[in-house]
């Protein structure tokens, strides 16, 4: 089987996305004749053809992106928006998304995915499915105990992609957990991310004393 991988994230190689798919990769190549080539998004911003060319000849693709405040990058919607001409093909390939972001809550990535979904049959490719997960924000150095699980199921994912052409649900459910936070959850998470991240970048930025500025108050 033949897999093109598209990490769109903005940050290319160094990218929360590029890890995940990486264990997706790894479960994928064990089954023998299976072949999968990496393209990074970023590298043709300035020429989306020639990256559509390629999605148009292959087999399987799956496109990977973080996303940005309840939206995907405008770079991923561009190269998106360069596929339409090729609606209406009678050949295209089966393709796949896997959508991250820093919530941790998976409910923050379901209109995307819907969008993904609607677009992939809008242009007439067989939809594979996609794969979501939150809290995935500084996986490069979060504790193995928070990551090892999920990293293989990412791994299991690819693993039986490999061998069926299809994206496990049951695995999809696991990763997806938790759809929503509950509240007491939210009292411990929220305090965590104002405190040990907002609070600590403004301090690094010489901020932290304008916290409640509202510039644009009349």
Not at 19 to 26: D, S
Not at 100 to 116: D, I, K, M, S
Request: proline letters at 5%; aromatic letters at 10%; one cysteine or more.
């Amino acid at each position: 089987m033949q897999l093109l991988f598209i990490n769109a994230s903005p940050r290319g190689k160094k990218s929360n996305t590029g890890i995940l798919m990486g264990h997706f990769i790894r479960g994928f190549l064990e089954t023998s004749g299976n072949t999968c080539e990496v393209e990074y998004l970023v590298k043709h911003k300035n020429n989306l053809k020639i990256l559509g060319e390629k999605f148009s000849v292959s087999d399987n693709v799956i496109i990977g992106f973080p996303l940005y405040i309840d939206a995907m990058p405008g770079s991923v919607k561009a190269f998106m928006e360069a596929l339409a001409p090729l609606q209406g093909r009678k050949e295209f390939p089966a393709l796949g998304f896997m959508i991250q972001c820093g919530f941790p809550e998976t409910a923050h990535l379901r209109f995307v995915a819907r969008y993904c979904e609607k677009f992939t049959r809008r242009i007439g490719c067989r939809f594979l499915g996609s794969i979501l997960k939150g809290g995935c924000e500084g996986l490069d150095v979060q504790p193995t105990f928070l990551t090892e699980k999920y990293f293989s199921l990412f791994g299991m994912l690819g693993v039986d992609f490999g061998k069926t052409g299809k994206i496990d649900e049951v695995i999809l459910t696991k990763l997806a957990r938790p759809e929503h936070l509950s509240a007491e959850n939210m009292a411990m998470v929220v305090p965590f991310i104002n405190q040990g991240l907002w609070d600590a970048q403004m301090e690094k930025n010489g901020v932290l004393d304008r916290s409640f500025d509202r510039p644009l108050m009349p």
